[in-house]
């Protein structure tokens, strides 16, 4: 189980860059979207796939750059997009999007790759942080659908049988069964690409006090001679 309440507090500028960004996203996803939750799920859902890719396919690039082992980030990152793609198949048998908003998907899908890329080349961590507030306000939209679902302001429906067969779910789930098994989805996304970016902080943070200590050494050694 989940804890769905989970916030990473922003510790450095890249943290606090990342959370910025997050939140302008969120404000336009919510000035845009409202209380349309199936209609705002097929969008975020087509933007929501992309990072994991991108992300997978650069530290492929790199591993074989390097010719460094990835320590598994990669399978994490595309099961990750493959995941994310299932929420997109799931809630399109939910909500069919509008004209506007098919427009809207393929402009933000080449934009966000574009922009996704740059971040993740130019700081890794940063890109990962990204998705971990990501994923965080995913789970909090999944919860606001949960509740008007539950308190029947959206009516519920049965499980779309794509759902059934992806989560193993009951035969007779609804979609709220469906939307408390996506949410716990992001949970985990959220965990680990907020973990992803700590340990890249700690790498970094390694690196410093290495180069400090290496420095300090050889500034001694100067001194000694
Ligand atoms: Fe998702
Ligand atoms: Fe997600």
Known sequence: MYNLEKHYKPKNFSDRVAFGFT?????????????KYGHRAVVLETVAAVPGMVAGMLLHLKSLRKMEDDKGWIKILLDEAA???MHLMTFI???KPTFLERLIIMV??????IMYMIIFIISQRTAHRIVGYFEEEAVISYTEYLKELENGQ?????????AINYWNLPLHSTLKDVVKVIRDDEAGHRDVNHSFATILDGRKINKANKNY????????KIINE
């Open 93 to 95: 048998e939910v909500a």
């Open 154 to 162: 959206i009516k519920d429906q049965p499980a779309p049988e794509i």
């Open 83 to 85: 995941n994310e793609r």
């Open 213 to 220: 200590k290496t420095s300090n050494q050889s500034k001694k």
């Open 23 to 35: 939140k302008f996203l969120r404000f336009l996803a919510d000035a845009f979207f409202r209380k």
């Open 108 to 113: 933000a899908q080449f934009i966000f790759i």
